[in-house]
């Protein structure tokens, strides 16, 4: 890259946005920040400011936004607040690529703007995906956008294809960790804290991210995502557990071969090569060595006892709006669990009645899917409620 590439980063205050600006700030003479914003984060997101002066910053939470403005009011730089300003920055003609490190939903319109607008998209909110996968990928192929994955399971997928994009996939094998609870029965599960679901054993991620990859949830999504990133049928989509997260995934061609990436546990990896593709950066980040994992594991997931990664495969073969639905339960799922207002086995349980609920729409607009969003998580606090 001859000049610095401009990066919008939506959601700097999050860990997939601050593990970006690391990146970005070891790499200063390829990459400069022009936006950031954050929803609630305000004093984090007035040190990065000032840290790597942006264009503009913008906070999602518009009662923060005088104490923000009054932060950088000696700074050169731009602040707004709301939502409707994260979705109005991204289409500056001055941003080369957008970075969506949103959390859940949220992602969805920016993420839309951004592709309406012509820019590359380094997506690291797979909800956008799932929510709206078909309209997301006409979308792109009709503003003739490129979508880099930023998820590790999706990364590993894609550095596997480069050079192969002329040869079919016979199937793609996405790993999972299998989280906090790998190995454990429903009779343990039944009353685990929301504590113990955010003991990660590899990756440092935010909390809901963190509770779906302790229920599965989180490969489910994954899997949904996979679908529209890459093209492909549910069963092409295999998912293996393989506690060390050192094989990050695999695909398999029709000649039988498989390819896989491997690597430490560093999401800063997925995020330089989505900022800098085609080309790869040196970095300073940790080696891996074989002679300190001997032993890697991999297992069949136990969809018996997280039945989320079941929930997702039918979602993704029902196809429509149902995926959307399944996402909205969700995130009222994890949320109502981090408040303790349900145990952990009970969001599976919340989930599948919710989606139950939702009348199904095979080819859904926009606006039915923003509709299908809203009526979700109003069944679902519903359902909260009468517990």
Known sequence: MSTNKRVAILGSTGSIGTQALDVIQQHSDKFQVEVLTAQNNKDLLIKQAIAFQPNVVVIGNDNYYQEVKDALSKHPIKVYAGAKAIASVVEMETV????????????????IKAIEA??????????????????????????AVNIYPVDSEHSAIFQCLVGEFHNPIEKIILTASGGPFRGKDRDYLK????????????????????????????????????????????????????PQSIVHS????????????????????????????????????????FMDYPNLQFE??????FKN??????????????????????????AAFLQDKVKFLEMSALIEQSMDKISFIKNPSLEDLIATDRETRIISEELISRK
């Open 96 to 111: 080369d690529i957008v970075l969506t490190a949103l959390v859940g939903y949220a992602g969805l319109i920016p993420t």
């Open 118 to 143: 012509g820019k590359p998209i380094a997506l690291a909110n797979k909800e956008t995906l799932v929510v709206a996968g078909d309209l997301i990928t006409k979308l792109a192929k009709e503003k």
């Open 191 to 242: 009353n685990v804290t929301k504590e113990q679901a955010l003991k990660h054993p590899n990756w440092d991620m935010g909390a809901k991210i963190t509770i779906d990859s302790a229920s599965l949830m989180n490969k489910g999504l994954e899997v949904i995502e996979a679908k529209w990133l890459f093209g492909l049928d549910a069963d092409q989509i295999d998912v293996v557990v393989h």
């Open 250 to 289: 695999l695909v398999q061609f029709e000649d039988g071969s498989i390819k896989a990436q491997l690597g430490l546990p560093d999401m800063r990896i997925p995020i330089q090569f989505a900022l800098s593709y085609p080309e790869r950066i040196k970095s300073d980040f940790q080696r891996f060595d």
């Open 300 to 305: 069949k997931p136990d969809r018996e006892t």
């Open 309 to 334: 990664l079941d929930l997702a495969f039918t979602a993704l073969k029902k196809g429509g709006n149902a995926a959307c639905s399944l996402n909205a339960a969700n995130e009222i799922a994890v």
